[in-house]
């Protein structure tokens, strides 16, 4: 589709007063006292601890420093596949990849298998909306596999398709859609409307987040002083590849950084091939600089929900679906077991009902949101069948009961025709010390990684030979965890003595 000025104008237009009919715009705050609203907030291949107030990172969040006064911060929160659709899909749904449809990213290779989320599953917004709540969508979907003939806009016009409409019957509850499936041209992005057909996309001469904390900011607005609550996700494609499509004004906040500096002290990469090295110096200062911004306008919004009266009655959360990693480890994507790639920032604050604290303890992974978020908003007795994953509101909110000893790692291997191969692939458990996992083909596990964080918190040594007995121990574990999600995968690690 052509960027005519007058179709853009017309697509911002609809797009802005799609907004929810029930709206008084004249009250002071939301008046549905008994419900909470929500609000998410997601970021794309954000790591775990980049953030001014974790210390760690040489970078700069105002705005999400401040946020962390008031929220609870879980630092050991992991996405249990950190890749972006099968991560996606397990935040929505509450249920593994087997089961919701989203074994791998939403692209056209994976179209034969079928690969997106699945329609008949209830996900936390469909029960939100069943329950009477505006919701709202805004900006990276990626939950629809490309069909042809394939959109055409830049990432669809290569060997593999990415971007897709998604159809308003698989939107899973959200009524207010602003979104497209995966589009990484974050200053000149791509969006349908809520009413949009398949190919009434239109383009915007802004970077991606600024506009969507726009529209997010205008929804806040145009929904105060209404009887329903609601809830709303905004998705954030930066700090996603694409690092360098990022406003100058953030780019200036490290024009002085020294990345020399920062690879000396990282020993899973200082001494990598000079190719990762490169790469990890030429890409961190822009990817600082979307981190930068993605806290501006986070900061926006939530100034906008304090302005409204709505900040002490929303649960607002902070989450990514996965980390980076960016070179290190040798690795230049993220789905690989490394903390660099597994952890994810999540903070969440709710008025006086959570109490700020940074968590160390609990082992929380993106696939616990949908049960844990539905019972903490009092709707426990309207978590769907489907959902195979951890209600953790209690331990959340802070009992130290029943804390979970382990956290998933998963990786499918597409070779058969449904994707679901049960023979090849890698599934790893990390606790709070140790990380191990392994991968497999052809149903026997061919190499083995065990890690101890606590005195290794870079991962250089692998002890699965070292420490034969606790990588044992660890397997056992995993193949409990697999039993019980129904993971194909476990009829590899059944019995399994290593490798």
């Not at 005519?4 to 907004?19: G, H, K, P």
């Not at 972006?84 to 939403?106: D, E, K, Q, W």
């Not at 069943?130 to 669809?156: M, Q, S």
């Not at 000396?264 to 091939?273: K, S």
Request: hydrophobic share 35%; charged share 25%.
């Amino acid at each position: 589709m052509k960027n005519n000025l007058n179709l853009y104008f017309t697509a911002i237009a609809s797009t802005l007063f799609q907004l929810p009919s029930s709206a008084a715009a004249a009250e002071p705050e939301n008046t549905a006292s008994a419900r909470p609203n929500l609000l998410v907030v997601m970021a794309d291949q954000f790591r775990g601890d980049a953030f001014g107030f974790r210390g760690k990172e040489a970078v700069k969040t105002p705005n999400f420093d401040a946020f962390s006064k008031e929220a609870v911060v879980l630092t050991q929160a992991v996405s249990g596949y950190p890749v972006s659709s099968p991560a996606r899909g397990m935040f929505l749904s509450g249920a593994y990849p087997h089961v919701n449809g989203v074994i791998t990213n939403c692209q056209s290779e994976s179209a034969t298998q079928d690969v997106e989320l699945r329609e008949d599953l209830t996900c936390w917004s469909d029960v939100l909306h069943a329950e009477g709540y505006h919701t709202a969508y805004i900006g990276k979907w990626h939950l629809d596999k490309p069909v042809r003939p394939f959109i055409d806009c830049y990432n669809n016009r290569g060997k593999i398709a990415w971007n897709e409409w998604c159809p308003p019957h698989r939107r899973h509850g959200f009524d207010y859609w602003v979104a497209y499936g995966t589009y990484d041209w974050h200053l000149k992005p791509m969006y349908w409307n809520t009413d949009a057909g398949r190919q009434e996309f239109y383009y915007v001469d802004r970077w991606g987040p600024a506009y969507e904390a726009d529209l997010a900011i205008h929804y806040l607005d145009s929904i105060k002083g209404s009887d329903r609550p609601f809830a709303m996700m905004v998705s954030m494609n930066p700090p996603h590849t694409g690092y360098e499509l990022v406003p100058d004004k953030y780019k200036k906040l490290y024009e002085g950084l020294n990345v020399d500096s920062i690879v000396a002290q990282m020993p899973h990469l200082r001494n990598a091939d000079k190719q990762y090295i490169e790469l990890f110096k030429k890409s961190l200062p822009d990817y600082y600089a979307c981190i930068s911004g993605v806290d501006e306008q986070f900061g926006r919004i939530v100034k906008a929900l304090k302005r409204n009266g709505l900040f002490d009655h929303t649960i607002v959360v902070f989450v990514s679906d996965h980390g980076d990693s960016m070179g290190m480890h040798e690795n230049i994507g993220k789905n690989i077991f490394y903390e660099e790639a597994m952890r994810v920032p999540f903070m969440i604050s709710w008025g006086g009902r959570l109490s700020p604290r940074t968590d160390e303890a609990l082992l929380f992974s993106l696939e616990d949101f949908c049960p844990t978020i539905l019972a903490l908003m009092g709707l426990e007795n309207k978590i769907p069948s489907s959902v195979q994953t951890r209600n953790l509101s209690k331990q959340l909110a802070g009992s130290r009961e029943d804390m979970p000893e382990y956290q998933l790692y998963m990786r499918y291997s597409l070779v058969n025709a449904t994707g679901k191969n049960p023979d090849t692939g890698t599934r790893g458990v990390r606790d709070k010390r140790y990380t191990y996992a392994a991968v497999f083909r052809e149903g026997a596990i061919t190499e083995e990684y065990l890690f101890d964080r606590e005195n290794d918190p870079y991962q250089m040594t692998n002890l699965a030979d070292k420490e034969a007995k606790l990588a044992g121990e660890l397997r056992k574990a995993l193949a409990g965890m697999l039993a019980v999600a129904g993971d194909p995968a476990y009829a590899v690690f059944s019995g399994a003595s290593g490798k």
